[in-house]
């Protein structure tokens, strides 16, 4: 196989830190076309125009139709073709290192096979907002729901009714993580607390509800993960549910990323290899960089030369950019840039001094090369660029109107000649980075001493302009922001008040099950607060404490919620909060097997209330507990006790949050005890 289409390779299910089973080069690449017309936009010939993408695709062209459907095609379209036969989710990995064409290779199907036959929704993970449960799903799949709201009434009904029926009474769980959902079903009454694991479960269960309305046999839904190196913990999880779960029908999952940064212990490499061995399908597509010779035969044919003037040259690239796509095209626009590669009119033809080239000293690290572009933009430009990369991969119009005080005419403007350079996009309401590397770029621009500033001063303007609806709404994107520029924060009001939305936050994904991303929120917190917090603010240290302890409890973290468990308990003096803080003590033990610490512990707790019980009853103690019931009870029957009152007694409830975790437990101490236990709830 001599064509550049080599420049891409497959491997298909296996477990391993590659997945590597058996590999097999693809004929022809989907992004061949891209790329030459990358090199071709390069050069900027106007014998090129007719093959000029829009400014937007400039320098990152989409891949586009090679009148064949390449190997990594026929991957994708037969998994869409199974999966909208017989329903069978399936999992498709396309992995490469950045800038190799990952993203092209889906948006050919997305092109080719999709917009007849099923729904595509997408969303990209940021790095600098890992933390975030399940953002990158929202965002797939508030896509869908915007078109759904721009479609006719008709039809708009058809999609609410469908959900309403799926989702009651539950919705509000969807509405939590997806609040544009609201638009469609309206506003959701709430659901009632669980515990964790039931929490969990109940989330699981409405989000596979919400999924089948839009994964159906008439219309299967492809759902397209880019950047999963940077993957949330929770996120990761549901996707392992989603690809085992046998209720969940007509999901093409694709996922995409960096192999350069994926590891065989990288939790994405554990979960594909779960998931296998749970009865997954998975494939993954391997992409390689571009060989010396195809960058050859690409400059020949962009050149429309001999071979043998472009191989020099081609070692250069080579040299330079490893054979990544995205850094080549930029380093050949770079050197088209500056002067160093020419079309001289008069002769008709390309002209370069590869000794010249040299001697300037081009860098081989594609995020200084972007840098160096971008600082040949304005200063505005390159300011506005920059405050967009501390805010995201994207941002909405109005929340970069917030932190520039600018309005849309004045902010469109600034940006333009970066919208012209096909560096960013315009959006929905908002603007992107065309690149990963882009961004990185322009957040290399900021010196790293300034950047907690910045970060801090957006976090302050964010909160100060948003009303209590639209922090809540944008809580996360506020509170990463102030706690990238915490170590600047001075006032200790200030530190608390930063220290409250991450008790907020931590909340707020805890009741989502993210365990770990609400451990580093409530961590953050606790640490704004300090130790001096017990005696200013012990609501607000308590409560940063025992939510910690018990999401590192339920993240598996055993020591380290043993450890925290024991200072709350060395500072914690009413008797509520030390039930709550015992009551974590006491899972912990059933947690280990510890049954007889755990009930000891339990009946410690019930003393605190007055209730006093034997660690070891007798048969007779038994019956009269049974005996007092059937007094209380009287003439009622049981069906009718579900019309009493509801308790609202703190103490009381808090006997019931002892006795509801210590009764089960008590069959491994005395059978006794345990009917005891259960009288008495």
Known sequence: MGHPANCYRLAIGSPGAGFARSRCRASRPIAFDAIRNGFRVAFGHPAFARDRPVASERYYPQGHSTGEHSQEIDILRGAFERVAAYGRPEFVLISGYVGIGKSSVINELHRVLLPSRGLFASGKFDQYKRNIPYATLAKAFQTLIHQILAKRDA?????????????????????????????????????????????????????????????????????????????????????????TEPDVRHLLLLGAYRDNEVSASHPLVQMVEEARKNGAVVQEIVLKPLSIVEIHQLLADCLQCEKERTQALAELINEKTGGNPFFAIQFLAALAEEGYIVFEADKGDWSWNLAQIRSKGFTDNVVELMAKKLSRLPESTQEALQQLACLGNSAAIATLNMVRGDSDQELQAVLWDAVHAGLISRLDGGYAFMHDRVQEAAYALIPKELRPRIHLRFGRSLVGKMGQNEIEANLFDI??????????????????????????????????????????????????????????????AFSLSLERAECEFLNGNFDRAERLIGELLNRVNSKLERVAVHRLRILLHLMRAEYRQAVDRGLECLRLFGVEMPAAPTREQVQLEYEKIYQ????????????????????????????????ASAFNRDINLMYLFFCQT
């Open 155 to 243: 039809e708009v009904n058809q999609w609410r009714n469908a959900l309403r029926d799926a989702l009651d009474p539950n919705g509000q769980v969807i509405v939590n993580i997806i609040s544009e959902l609201e638009l469609v079903i309206g506003q959701q009454p709430p659901v009632p607390d669980l515990s964790p694991v039931d929490a969990r479960s109940r989330f699981r269960a409405v989000f596979r509800q919400f999924l089948g309305v839009f994964a159906r046999a008439e219309h299967p839904l492809a759902l397209f993960l880019d950047d999963l190196q940077w993957v949330d913990s929770a996120t990761l999880d549901l996707l392992k549910y989603l690809t």
């Open 632 to 663: 209380q009870l009287g003439n009622r029957s049981i069906e009718s006790l579900i019309d009493l009152p509801l308790m609202t007694n703190p103490d009381i409830q808090a006997v019931m949050s002892i006795l509801s975790v210590i009764a």
């Open 479 to 540: 509170i990463n922001q102030l706690n990238s520029g915490s170590a600047q924060i001075s006032d200790p009001g200030e530190k608390d008040l930063v220290a409250d939305l991450n008790l907020r936050a931590g909340k707020k994904t805890k009741a989502a099950a993210a365990y770990g991303s609400a451990s580093i929120y409530l961590s953050a917190g606790m640490q704004l607060v300090g130790n001096d917090a017990w005696d200013r603010q012990p609501k607000l």
